[in-house]
């Protein structure tokens, strides 16, 4: 299916975590857990996403290269379900004329960094069987990550993103070092 269904676009908006995947033509490929209040279905054929600060930064660098995303959720209660969802996304930086109306749909996060905008091409489930049930604990996000960077400045900020985020491990640009300058 090309586009998401109202029954999906639910499942979507009731999982705790997500999954990003991205590669670049070369080098290494990169998955990368996702939570918190950071996933938007915007519409059918949208999905929206705030990536904040971590250690790396290899899904923007990814992305500027050739774009290709894969998102997937899979349900951690009792009745399993993985759905998958295939795209082209392209990435706002805060320098950009569009981030403050599409970061408006967000609350305000500490180390907000890129948004990612998916156009959904292909839709795919399976029965996420082997997926064992789980219950969230608590939010670390919440507790630990955002703080973080909540605390710094935004030279603070700026500089960390020089050291850690401007770069891909294998050197590619992610698009990040013009928001510095």
Known sequence: MDRLTPSRVEFIEAQPLFFVATAGADGRVNVSPKGMDTLRVVDERTIRWLNLTGSGNET?????????????WMSIGPDPLIVRVYGTATVLHP???????ALGSFPTLGGSRQIFDVAVELVTSSC???VPEMSVV????????????AAMSDDELR?????KNTTSLD??????????A
Do not use: C, K, Q
């Open 60 to 72: 923007a660098a990814h992305v500027g290269e050739n774009g290709r995303m894969t998102l997937m």
């Open 95 to 101: 320098r950009d004329d569009a981030w403050a109306d």
């Open 128 to 130: 996420g069987s082997g």
């Open 138 to 149: 608590h939010d670390r996000g919440a507790t630990d990550l955002e703080p973080f960077y």
């Open 159 to 163: 500089d960390y993103w020089r050291r």
């Open 171 to 180: 050197g590619a640009p992610t698009g990040l070092e013009e928001s510095i």
